[in-house]
T-cell receptor, first 111, second 115 residues
Framework: NAGVTQTPKFRILKIGQSMTLQCTQDMNHNYMYWYRQDPGMGLKLIYYSVGAGITDKGEVPNGYNVSRSTTEDFPLRLELAAPSQTSVYFC??????????FGPGTRLTVT | DQQVKQNSPSLSVQEGRISILNCDYTNSMFDYFLWYKKYPAEGPTFLISISSIKDKNEDGRFTVFLNKSAKHLSLHIVPSQPGDSAVYFCAAFEGGGTSYGKLTFGQGTILTVHP
């Protein structure tokens, strides 16, 4: 039982490049989330999903896209990377109203 | 608008003493509160939670207190151990029939426990 896994662990992008952050969970949770954490700040919700085929915007969705074709996977897409997207990205999953289980994070630098 | 605030960026305590981490919130619709612990280069891990129908919840060395009238919660760690050194986040769910687990997080408090 791996829990929530994220790839890659680290990535450096040039401005304007695109990439997909992968997230997979094996706990059969319906709910999945993407957060970003900037230095000295709490986690801010980017997008979330309450089940396969259903996604919705969180607090800071601009510049990102998501899809949820399966219960297990919830990839986050950056289309035109900008320096403001330099952050640590966490994926999480949960049962309804339960504590969220987080992945180890992806540290992204955009230069 | 920061709906969940942890006003102390850091806290330093001696091993064996009590650690008290504080959290304030402004949204009266929050009805379920959680504390997460985060080590460097790892994702946050769930520590303890409390529903708004309670004012205290204990789990071993960890106790969370909720004061709804003051919109304040605190996490007590007794006795503190060096392995407790981490960043602690409080987080809150909004009720009112919302069924998905959307959390609002505080900024975090760095706890350092000295041997």
């Amino acid at each position: 039982n791996a829990g929530v896994t994220q790839t890659p662990k680290f990535r450096i992008l040039k401005i304007g490049q695109s990439m997909t952050l992968q997230c997979t969970q094996d706990m059969n949770h319906n709910y999945m989330y993407w957060y970003r954490q900037d230095p000295g700040m709490g986690l801010k919700l980017i997008y979330y999903s309450v089940g396969a085929g259903i996604t919705d915007k969180g607090e800071v969705p601009n510049g990102y896209n998501v899809s949820r074709s399966t219960t297990e996977d919830f990839p986050l897409r950056l289309e035109l990377a900008a320096p403001s997207q330099t952050s640590v990205y966490f994926c999480a999953s949960s049962p309804p109203r339960g504590g969220q289980y987080f992945g180890p994070g992806t540290r992204l630098t955009v230069t | 608008d920061q709906q969940v605030k942890q006003n102390s960026p850091s806290l330093s305590v001696q091993e064996g003493r009590i650690s008290i981490l504080n959290c304030d919130y402004t949204n009266s619709m929050f009805d379920y509160f959680l504390w997460y612990k985060k080590y460097p280069a790892e994702g946050p891990t769930f520590l303890i939670s409390i529903s708004s129908i309670k004012d205290k919840n204990e789990d071993g060395r960890f106790t969370v207190f909720l004061n709804k009238s003051a919109k304040h919660l605190s996490l007590h760690i007794v006795p503190s151990q060096p392995g407790d050194s981490a960043v602690y986040f409080c987080a809150a769910f909004e009720g009112g029939g919302t069924s998905y687990g959307k959390l609002t997080f505080g900024q975090g408090t760095i706890l350092t426990v000295h041997p």
